[in-house]
């Protein structure tokens, strides 16, 4: 088992930043890809950054390319995603995910890959 704790979330003006982090625990060893997906009010949550466990291959939704930078601290087994020039468009819930499994960068935002989410953790961005 893995366990997942996001912590970092907040409120913010827009144009601000934040750096979400996300805490793993348990069997670490079994990562292969770290994610991080939001969920807006009364919409679906989506893929948002992704960052291979080894190696640091990382992938962006086009929403936050440019903006948003994933990371990871593989001592501290923990990846963080660094947030700037926040929009109110981006307010959701922010959950980080961890995959087990060897799949392609290319399918990483596909939801069912991940065996284990955290919590979430709030993000307001207000106007």
């Known amino acids: 088992q893995v366990q997942l704790v996001e912590s970092g979330g907040g409120l913010v003006q827009a144009g601000g930043s934040l750096r979400l982090s996300c805490a793993a625990s348990?069997?670490?060893?079994?990562?292969?890809?770290m994610g991080w997906f939001r969920q807006a009010p009364g919409k679906e949550r989506e893929f948002v950054a992704v960052i291979r466990w080894s190696g640091g291959s990382t992938r962006y939704a086009d929403s936050v390319k440019g903006r948003f930078t994933i990371s990871r601290d593989n001592a501290k087994n923990t990846v963080y995603l660094q947030m700037n020039s926040l929009k109110p468009e981006d307010t959701a819930v922010y959950y980080c995910?961890?995959?087990?499994?060897?799949?392609?960068?290319?399918?990483?935002?596909?939801?069912?890959?991940?065996?284990?989410w955290g919590q979430g953790t709030q993000v307001t961005v207000s106007s």
């Open positions: 995910a961890a995959d087990r499994s060897v799949h392609a960068i290319q399918v990483a935002a596909t939801q069912t890959l991940y065996d284990y």
């Open positions: 348990g069997r670490t060893f079994s990562i292969y890809t």
